[in-house]
């Protein structure tokens, strides 16, 4: 069983919605810090949002105001709740987690998450 697993990915328009959602396996993964990360083709990956423990959030500047990040600890889940979508957001979506209750809330990086699902991709068009 996979320790996280991304799902609600898809093609849609520009201006459209989706909800992504990362199932972790136990609250071992699913306890500490979350985030969501995504790469678009040639691109480096990069940090689009973080939620702590407490549900303290952090945002990439490009998705501030669109996108939103929450938990559903009882449910080990996370989301992404995106609105707006523009053609630069299309990508492979990650979930990452990592254990304790430390968490870099002011600066998403690859190097501090443990965890990660085999992503699920989102594509948009104009």
Do not use: H
């Not at 697993?5 to 849609?12: L, Q, Y």
């Not at 600890?73 to 709740?81: D, F, M």
């Not at 002011?106 to 948009?124: K, N, S």
């Amino acid at each position: 069983q996979a320790q996280l697993a991304e799902s609600g990915g898809g093609s849609v328009q520009a201006g459209d919605s989706l909800r992504l959602s990362c199932v972790a396996a136990t609250t071992a993964y699913s306890s500490g810090c979350m985030g969501w990360f995504r790469q678009a083709p040639g691109e480096e990956r990069e940090g689009v949002a973080g939620v702590d423990g407490d549900g303290a959030t952090v945002y990439a500047d490009s998705v501030q105001g669109r996108f939103t990040i929450s938990r559903d600890n009882a449910k080990t889940t996370l989301y992404l709740e995106m609105n707006s979508l523009k053609p630069e957001d299309t990508a492979m979506y990650y979930c990452a987690s990592r254990p304790g209750r430390w968490c870099n809330l002011r600066r998403l990086r690859e190097t501090d998450y443990a965890f990660w699902g085999q992503g699920t991709q989102v594509t948009v068009s104009s």
